[in-house]
C-alpha cells in the first residue's frame, strides 16, 4: 500500500495490535490475581477454624485450559491438629 | 443531580489531568456547572495544568477531614465563572482519603454541579479505586501504544467490578479517549489505528486527541487546551469530545488523516 514498505523497515504496528490481542485474550482469561488471593484468605479462614494450619501451606491455583478454569487448592495440614479435629 | 465521570487510564504520562481540565472547560464553556477533582494525593497537578497552583488554600483531604468546609476548598476559575477546582492535598498521606469521605464530598458535588470530574492517579491502587468508586460515567484516556492499551484493559476490569455501579449490578458507561494520536504514523503503519485500539479495548469511542504542540503549550501557561487555543486541532476534538459526553450524537472524525485524492472519509459513530 505504502511505498514506505517497499524501502524502509517492516510496519510495527501489526505487530503491536497481534501481541495485544494474544496477551489480552490470556490475561483476561486468567481473572486476575486479586481473586486467587481473596480465595486464598478466606479458604484459610475456613480451616483455621478446625485445624491449625500454617498460612504457608496453604496453595491456591487457578489454572485450566480454552474451556474451563480449574481451581487448586492443596492444603497441608499435620496429623496431631487433623486429629484434635476429628 | 449532576453526572459523576471518571477519568482514568492506569498508565501515567497518558493525558488524564490534561484531558480532564480540557474536558471541565469545554463543558463549563457551554454554561454548564462544572467542578473537576483532583484525586493524585501527594502528586497533585490538576492546580497547575488549570493555572490555579497559587490560589490553592485547602484540598480534598482537608475537607474529608473536617478542617476546611467544602465551599472553601473550592477554587473558581478566573476565566469561566462556573468552572472549580477541587485540588488534591500535596503533603498528606494518602490514607486519609476515606471511603466514607470521598462519597460525602462526591454526593455534596453532585447537589450543585451538573458535571463532577474525577482526575485519578495513574496505577490501579486505593487512589485509583476510590476515584472511579462513584462514576457513572468512565473516560479511559489510552495513547495508541502497547503498554497504554494493555493497562486500559486492566482499569476497565476495575470500573466492571469496582464502582459502585457494578457492584450494584448496573452497567458503568464507558468511553474511550485517544489521545496522542498522529495519523500519518498510524497511516504508514507504524502506530496503532484508532480500529485497532477500538477492536482491542471494545468499548465506545468518545474522541481522538491529535499529537499536538499546542497541548504542551496550553500546559505551560496554565490553562486547559480548550480556553487557550479554542481553534487547535486537539481543542477542537475536546470539544467534540465533550458535545458526546453531554449526549449528542457526532460523527468522529480523525484529526490530521490525510485526505488523500481517494477522499478518505471516515465516519465511525461514537456509539
Partial sequence: ???????????????????????????????????????????????????????????????????????????EIPRDSAVMAA | MGKVIVVTSGKGGVGKTTSTAALGAALAQRNEKVVVVDFDVGLRNLDLVMGAERRVVYDLVNVIQGDAKLPQALIRDKRLENLFLLPASQTRDKDNLTPEGVEWVIAELKRYFDWVICDSPAGIERGATLAMRHADVAVVVTNPEVSSVRDSDRIIGLLDSKTLKAERGERIEKHLLLTRYDATRAERGDMLKVEDVLDILSIPLIGIIPESTDVLRASNMGSPVTLADAKSAAAMAYFDAARRLAGEDLPITIPGERRGIFGKIFGRKAA
Avoid at chain 1, 24 to 51: F, M, W
Fill in chain 1, 1 to 75: 500500500m505504502s511505498i514506505f514498505r517497499l524501502f524502509g523497515r517492516p510496519r510495527s504496528a501489526p505487530m503491536a495490535r497481534e501481541r495485544l490481542q494474544v496477551l489480552l485474550a490470556h490475561e483476561r482469561s486468567s481473572v486476575g490475581t486479586d481473586l486467587v488471593s481473596l480465595l486464598r484468605e478466606e479458604i484459610l479462614a475456613v480451616i483455621a477454624k478446625h485445624v491449625q494450619v500454617d498460612a504457608d501451606k496453604v496453595q491456591v491455583k487457578l489454572d485450566g485450559n480454552e474451556h474451563v478454569t480449574i481451581l487448586e487448592i492443596d492444603v
